[in-house]
């Protein structure tokens, strides 16, 4: 068996991070930094019955939330919820008994209107993910906010941000809740006091991004927080917030810079092909003018993967985008086209 020395290692995704977050103290008996918290301040933001109990404590604005402990809970609090509501995973990944890691989604059919349909909602969730149940992880029960998914994506050492930057996701797919495609550089004083009660009551060091759904008017509601690094990271380092690069100086014990908020980019193209399911789901549900929207912010906007400098991942980009353009042209062709050969006796 071959060894390999690492110096540091950082995790970007669900499952590893919640791993490396578990395993921290033996991997770093090897010698190695890991780049994450420890589990026990890590599972208080990755568990969402945790973190919503946390923000109940602080005066940070949060949905109301049901956790219940049962499934017999479930028929009894139903009609207490105010509606319409969401049934929510606790955290977006899940081990069994053999440590086997179960990914969890929220999709449109997580979202109920009635305490009927919330009951049935909350088994179906159960049936398709039963190692819910089966870990006692139950789901929980939140009031629904409308509004935009807006963000503060933080570094901090021991709960306090060293630096920050701020955005709104103006298109996301599926466009009731998903991956953002288009983006907006923000800055939101009360989205900034209220990330930096979260990450100071967490004792905080490393990358997090705070999630937030901001109401047409009101203050913004906490909604989740990821501590790991998050898909849209380009966009900050295109701005002038280099997290990764400061998150390397906090780890190596340097001085953590201040950032160049002066660079801000205005708007954010992170997923084009995204983008073109974006522009599909729009123009499915009757909404012509999607292809004006879709095609001005092409042109507009900062594109996540264009570079003189590593054309490479911009030709992979594009060549992912043509095919799935023709993939979904084709598609929608062969959906309208009639049926039975069209042929004449």
């Not at 039963?130 to 963000?151: C, D, F, R, S």
């Not at 953002?180 to 991004?209: F, H, N, Q, Y």
């Not at 123009?283 to 400098?309: D, K, M």
């Amino acid at each position: 068996m071959e060894t390999t020395d690492h110096s540091i290692v950082v995790p970007v995704r669900d499952a590893t991070t919640a791993v490396l977050s578990r395993h921290k103290s033996d991997i770093e008996e090897t010698g190695t930094i890991v780049a994450v918290e420890d589990w026990e301040t890590f599972d208080r933001a990755y568990d969402k019955g945790q973190l919503f109990s946390l923000a109940e404590s602080l005066n940070v604005p949060a949905p109301e939330t049901c956790d219940p402990s049962s499934v017999a809970e479930i028929s009894e609090i139903a009609p207490e919820i105010p509606y319409p509501a969401i049934v929510k995973p606790r955290s977006k990944t899940v081990r069994d008994e053999s440590g086997k890691c179960h990914y969890t989604r929220v999709d449109d059919t997580h979202y109920v209107e009635s305490a009927d349909e919330l009951v049935a909602t909350y088994h179906k969730l159960l049936e398709v993910y039963p190692v819910l149940e089966e870990q006692a992880h139950y789901p929980l029960i939140q009031e629904y906010i409308a509004g935009t998914t807006t963000t503060t994506v933080v570094l901090a050492e021991e709960g306090e941000i060293l630096t920050h930057f701020q955005e709104e996701r103006i298109r996301t797919y599926p466009s009731s809740g998903g991956s953002s495609t288009l983006l907006r550089g923000i800055r939101d004083p009360r989205m900034l006091a209220s990330a930096r009660e979260i990450i100071s009551a967490l004792d905080w060091t490393g990358p997090a991004m705070v999630e937030f759904m901001q109401p047409p008017d009101g203050e913004p509601y906490l909604i989740e927080v990821n501590g790991r690094y998050w898909g849209s990271l380009p966009f900050a380092i295109r701005s002038g917030v280099d997290i990764p690069w400061q998150h390397y100086r906090l780890l190596t014990e340097l001085d953590v810079e201040p950032p160049d908020y002066s660079q801000t980019a205005s708007l954010h193209h992170r997923l084009l092909y995204g983008d073109i399911k974006w522009l599909n789901e729009q123009l499915q549900h009757g909404n012509p003018t999607a292809v004006l929207h879709f095609l001005w912010a092409c042109l507009r906007a900062n594109q996540t993967f264009v570079s003189i400098e590593d054309p490479k991942p911009t030709l992979w980009v594009l060549c992912q985008g043509i095919i799935l353009g023709i993939r979904t042209v084709l598609q929608r062709v062969l959906k309208t086209k009639p049926a039975g050969g069209g042929g004449t006796e």
